[in-house]
């Protein structure tokens, strides 16, 4: 007789639930059947995406279908009580990390489910990995053999810590850092060693966010397992990529690069001196070629689908489902006991943590906001409230995040709560407002995600602001909806967009939000003005800006075109004054400002400038914007004829083009009708845009 199919529900459909749901449909046996958040436009996006149901709440989503299997996605604060609720409705769990936030938590919820006999498991991903099941395997026949010394390492930028959101939950308190980032490494050591004991912590780098919160920047916990001693350090500002574990044992080393999947073992060998060291060199350049060749062979096998990080969600997932189906034990490092022992190992070291507690934000403007700011949270958002509030307006923000981000500013910010899925709320939160700005930003991987979850949401918004009376709606654009491939055109407010069906979707959706904006404009008399930025920089900003180049971590990136071209750069500081300019301006309305600085520098200026007042050598190389379009093109046919993806749109050439900026871009009007004047000098640009402290975290 056949084994049932086992149906899975997500209960959360933020960016991690898309790793799963990828996963989950690799998998033979297991079905994705249903997705539940309470932010419905997102369930429904990432539902339709993967041939199943969108929810509001776990319970409509377990009585509507027959649900085996669940995984908790949420933020931590709500892993118990959800997984009580699937455990009691007779699903089987699997909690992303971490598992819980207290240690009385996380038995409560193992207990549950031995109670209902039921499998709770944990996503300890880098677990699943395939070279860290040969690093167990090496281990067990002795080829390491005793272990002296390990040394975990957690290296790899934390962008949030620098440029938001920080309303985000591991930003709340310094020990909510560590229980999301600590599972990495206590995962491993627990798995591998057991217990730790003896365990000291010294935190490294400390930052006082927006909010007023304090929070280390890495930190290293020293410990002990039996006869080994255990290193685990995390380094969360910008630098390369080193997420790894080395083992120094008696009988030969071990490292396992766990981002890249690689396992090197390092073995004496028994020759004379002569070829000692030669024969030595041999075998770690051979170790390197066949780990970079297997790597190879299995990203091209799957269609990049079964990258490193991939194939540990992989490897947890298929133990979590054998067990399922075969009656069989959870695999050791991933079963309700491992959760348990790593949940009370990284409250023990987050214990240890310095908390300080977090400036109390000035109380909040008595009466309604006269400004609201949607995306007033994000890079560009932040530095308009602070220009805002510092003129003296009575400024609210539009957010779900529970944390005020503007604790630290003198004066006093309204952190304002509407779903944008109400309108009756929205237009409620506009009541009384004079301006609105409309910052916000969707990501998505799909064009119905961007009508969703951009268009619809833009319309709504718009549509509030009339019903309250709303004086001007300011609306921010992207000259990425223009067409800059040709390095003859000078591109002006007047430029159409031209035919955007197959444009990258970003630049798609926002400019159909304009289309929908300036319907109302016309129509409906929707006060609106349109501001379309540049490339933005500035402190706090991304660092590996997307603008600039394809970047491969923080030392290497392939720019678009050959660098040479100068770029439409703008400080956040200057595009922030040019949003309050253009909600004061008399007679702006339905008109659109290119908020651009002048053409200072090209890419490569800006990579020589870092170099010049960082002292860090950014590796740069040309990238040919006709091959990034037919890989492009081989990428849509792969998609499209081999994994049968719909709504596809085939890749445009002069879209590649467009991401180098050829063509030269016009400020005059904003220059003119608002008075605008950004940072026209390169080196006071420059010093602006690189302060070293806020471009790598130090």
């Not at 255990?230 to 380094?235: G, I």
């Not at 050791?332 to 977090?358: K, R, S």
């Amino acid at each position: 007789m056949a084994q049932q199919e086992i149906t899975v529900g997500l209960v959360g459909a933020g960016y991690i639930a898309s790793w799963h749901a990828d996963v989950l449909g690799q998998l033979d046996g297991v079905r994705l059947v249903g997705v539940c958040d309470p932010a419905f436009s997102a369930a429904q996006g990432l539902a339709q995406a993967h041939g199943a149901r969108a929810y509001r709440d776990l319970a409509a989503m377990m009585a509507d279908q027959r649900i085996d299997a669940v995984h908790i996605l949420t933020p931590p604060d709500l892993h118990k009580p959800l997984a009580l609720q699937a455990l009691e409705a007779g699903a089987h769990v699997l909690v992303e990390k971490p598992f819980a936030t207290s240690v009385e938590d996380a038995a409560e919820m193992v207990a549950a489910a031995q109670t209902a006999d039921r499998q709770i498991a944990v996503n300890h991903n880098f677990l699943g990995l395939p070279a860290y099941r040969r690093l167990r395997a090496a281990l067990d026949q002795g080829l390491v053999g005793r272990v002296d010394q390990a040394r975990i390492h957690w290296h790899f930028p934390l962008a949030p810590l620098r440029s938001g959101p920080f309303g985000l939950w591991m930003l709340r308190r310094p020990q909510n850092l560590m229980l999301e980032l600590g599972p990495h490494l206590h995962a491993f050591a627990q798995d591998l060693f057991g217990p730790l004991s003896d365990i000291t912590l010294r935190a490294q780098r400390m930052i006082t966010l927006p909010t007023g919160v304090a929070l280390p920047q890495g930190w290293v916990v020293q410990a002990r397992a039996g006869v080994s001693e255990v290193t685990l350090s995390a380094s969360l500002v910008e630098g390369m990529d080193d997420r790894s574990l080395s083992l120094r044992g008696v009988a030969g080393a071990a490292r396992l690069d766990f981002a890249n999947d690689t396992l090197m073992l390092d073995r004496a060998n028994a020759s004379d001196i002569v070829l000692n060291p030669l024969r030595a060199e041999l075998a770690r350049a051979g170790a390197h070629l066949r780990e970079g060749l297997r790597n190879a062979a299995t990203q091209t096998r799957s269609l990049n689908r079964r990258q490193p990080y991939a194939l540990g969600f992989a490897g947890v997932f298929r133990g979590f489902y054998d067990a399922i189906a075969s009656g069989r034990p959870l695999p050791a490092g991933i079963d309700g006991q491992a959760a348990l022992a790593v949940t009370d190992a990284v409250l023990q070291a987050a214990a240890l943590l310095p908390e300080t507690p977090a400036r109390a934000a000035p109380p909040a403007p008595k009466g309604a906001p006269e400004v609201l700011v949607i995306g007033g949270t994000g890079f560009l958002g932040r530095e308009l409230v602070r220009q805002l509030a510092s003129a003296g307006k009575r400024v609210g923000v539009l957010s779900r995040a529970r944390a005020n981000p503007f604790a630290t500013l003198d004066a006093p910010v309204q952190m304002v709560a509407a779903p944008l899925d109400d309108a009756q709320a929205l237009q409620d939160a506009m009541r009384g407002v004079d301006t609105v700005y409309h910052l916000a930003r969707a990501e998505e991987a799909t064009w119905d995600g961007y009508l969703q979850n951009d268009v619809v949401v833009t319309e709504r918004l718009a549509q509030a602001a009339l019903a309250a009376g709303v004086r001007r709606f300011v609306y921010t654009g992207t000259i990425a909806s223009y067409d800059a491939s040709d390095p003859a055109a000078t591109i002006t407010e007047d430029t159409p967009f031209g035919d955007m069906s197959r444009r990258n979707l970003y630049a798609r959706s926002k400019a159909l939000c304009e289309e929908k904006l300036m319907a109302l404009h016309r129509d409906h008399g929707l006060g609106l003005v349109i501001a379309r930025p540049g490339i933005v920089v500035g402190p706090g900003g991304p660092f590996q800006h997307w603008g600039i180049g394809r970047w491969h971590g923080a030392g290497a990136v392939r720019i678009w075109g050959d660098g040479r071209n100068r770029l439409p750069f703008v400080l956040n500081e200057d595009v922030a004054t040019g949003l309050r300019l253009m909600a004061a301006a008399d007679g702006v309305e339905g008109q659109s400002f290119n908020l651009i600085g002048p053409a200072l520098m090209s890419a490569r200026d800006w990579f020589d400038a870092i170099a010049r007042l960082t002292g860090t050598r950014v590796r740069v190389a040309s990238g040919n914007l006709t091959l990034f379009w037919l890989g492009d093109w081989g990428k849509y046919l792969l998609k499209r004829h081999v994994l049968r993806r719909k709504g596809l749109a085939q890749p445009l050439r002069s879209d590649w083009y467009s991401r180098a900026h050829l063509a030269r871009f016009s400020n005059a009007r904003a220059v003119e009708k608002l008075g605008w004047h950004p940072v026209s000098d390169a080196d006071e640009f420059a010093r602006k845009a690189l302060d070293p402290q806020a471009l790598f975290g130090f």
